[in-house]
């Protein structure tokens, strides 16, 4: 055994946890840490394990109780060959379904596009409630004593996590809220899959410090989007993930229910879509087409010369945001198509061969 040199604290340092309670903690090079046992797989790379926690993000009534569907679907069937896969080992393949926002009408609609596709007997291991006539501290304390009191459970999910806490921005509340998640997770050896939106915004980031805490806690972000063309198309991107990054794929709802298809319809996009990118000619073409107004003995201004290539490429191009114009003034300036007089700091095209 290791043995470590104590320093005794001072008189006036309050001592409040022994060390021997913070060494349980330490991972030592003789360690043998075992994988952990998965629970859920995006084509075959593994997306959940046990004593883990996950996010499943988007917009607003974009599709993910849908996902949420086929995702328990793949859990009560287990094994097989399709896009979502699952191991889930007798005695400890139970679900914990826990819906904060539907009624029980919309809840009982998930159970019975379940139950189409699933026998009775697998139907039996997901337990699906309904708490979003509950007050935020009772649905946090069902929770809790949910996970554990029931023996078997695999897998929670909470469609609606938000709604567990009272301010997804109070970030204390928020930090407690993970903590708890993880330490479930861990003391009942499950995986817990939280549900949360997305800001209204063209932003892919979850709503709140309560979003920026569980995609820095969770194992895997999974966001789900609709397709530009086909708002019954839906995407589903492996945002982050602590593991081997799976593909991303696809899923239809046709009649009501969501089918996996055979391929990914197109690869969704996540943040601010980024400006085109130019080739030299385009570049110097937008200037020559700014200084063809100027007289060639008077020049422009930096702040005049910026302002008018940006309306010229938002003319050309399309929009280019601050950044991206940024670059683009000063990649000008390094191949010296643009020239400083030096005194009152005016620029002037120079003459340049592209070809």
Known sequence: ?????????????????????????????????QKPDAVLFF????????????????????????????????????GGESVLTSFLPKGKDKIIYIDTEQSKYHISLILNRIKAVVSDEKLNNVLMFNFDAL??????????QLIYSIEG??????????DLIYDTNDIRESAIMVDDLRKWATEKDLHIVNVLHQNPSESSKMRGHLGTILTNKSETVIQISSSKDEESIKLVETLA??????????????????????????????GRPKARKLNDIERYSLLTSIFSRVKKDVGLGAAVL??????????IYGNI????????????????????????????????NLT
């Open 241 to 270: 993930t602590r593991n081997k990054k799976p593909e991303n794929w696809s899923f239809e709802i046709i009649d009501g229910n969501p089918e996996i298809m055979d391929v990914t319809f197109e690869q969704p996009t996540t």
């Open 306 to 315: 910026t302002e008018q290539l940006k309306e010229e490429h938002v003319l």
């Open 43 to 78: 084509h075959k790379q593994m997306v959940m394990s046990r004593c883990n926690i996950s996010c499943v993000t988007g917009k607003a009534k974009v599709g993910k109780t849908f996902l949420m569907t086929l995702i328990n679907i793949a859990l009560l069937n287990k």
């Open 153 to 162: 459970v695999g897998i929670v999910i909470i469609d609606g996590v938000a």
């Open 135 to 144: 007050s935020t501290q009772t649905r946090r304390e069902y929770v809790e």
């Open 1 to 33: 055994m290791i043995k470590l040199d104590v320093i005794v604290p001072k008189q006036e340092h309050k001592v409040t946890h022994s060390l021997d309670d913070i060494l349980k903690h330490r991972i030592t090079p003789s360690d043998e840490v």
């Open 321 to 352: 945001g601050v950044a991206a114009l940024k670059d683009l003034v000063k990649y000008c300036k390094e191949m010296n198509w643009i020239i400083s007089d030096g005194q009152r700091s005016n620029y002037f095209l120079y003459p340049f």
